[in-house]
């Protein structure tokens, strides 16, 4: 079974550019999540997708954060426009049905802002 | 929202056993428990789904209390392989939170 694809593994991008990541779970998996982890913290959920709507996006940054989730598979995330803070591991995992199913995560993406 | 995790860091002789706990201020449904390694994603251990339940495998188990809204994981025995951050992860509902952290460091 593949598992969780993530793409880029690294980016590195200036304040105030845009940068989008993208996300394949694993197939038939109906819950997505995006998480950001700084160095040295647990991940924070930014948005999670039931199929193809958000169940919950509280934690994300709405005025330069956005993701979506077409057809209910694959999903970007995108930032616009960058700040430093944004320095971070970007986590993508998907489970079967909801919190309450094990999560797959993919190999995350690690944004650097300078 | 998000629970917390105790303790924050450990160091532990091989064969040593540990306990890390997690706490939520709000009643959980369920309780996930993962661990990960310096760099890569964080990976699955085990998940608890009802009031005072305990899973296992190997020489990893957990418990769950909800009246208590606290989970244990137990480290028995503990191998070079299992240092790294253990994170406690909690639903509310459709929301799901990982827990504060905790460092896990075994040395020979």
Same mark, same amino acid.
């Given at each position: 079974e593949a598992g969780v694809a993530q793409s880029p593994r690294y980016k590195i991008i200036e304040k105030r550019q845009s940068v989008a990541f993208w996300c394949n779970p694993i197939s038939g998996h109906a819950t997505l999540y995006w998480y950001q982890q700084i160095l040295g913290q647990g991940p924070k959920l930014l948005i999670q997708f039931q199929n193809n709507g =958000? =169940?919950?996006?509280? $934690?994300? /940054?709405k005025d330069r954060f956005s993701a979506e989730r077409l057809k209910g598979v694959d999903s970007t995330l995108k930032i $616009?426009? !960058?700040?430093?803070?944004?320095?971070a591991v970007y986590l993508c995992a998907s489970s079967s049905?909801? /919190?309450?199913t094990e999560a797959f995560f993919g190999q995350g993406t690690r944004l650097t802002v300078v | 929202q998000q629970p917390v995790q105790s303790p924050q860091a450990v160091i532990l002789r091989e064969g040593e056993d540990a306990v890390i706990n997690c706490s939520s201020s709000k009643a959980l449904y369920s309780v996930h428990w993962y661990r990960q390694k310096h760099g890569e994603a964080p990976i699955f251990l085990m998940i608890l789904l009802k009031g005072g339940e305990q899973k296992g495998h190997d020489k990893i188990s957990a418990s769950f209390n909800e009246k208590k809204q606290q989970s244990s994981l137990y480290l028995t !025995?503990? $191998?070079?392989?299992?240092s790294g951050t253990y994170f406690c992860g909690t639903s509310y509902g459709n929301q799901f939170y990982f827990g504060t952290g905790t460092s896990l460091t075994v040395i020979p």
């Open positions: =958000v =169940v919950d996006d509280s $934690q994300l /940054p $616009q426009p !960058a700040k430093l803070e944004d320095s049905n909801g /919190p309450n | !025995a503990s $191998q070079l392989s299992y």
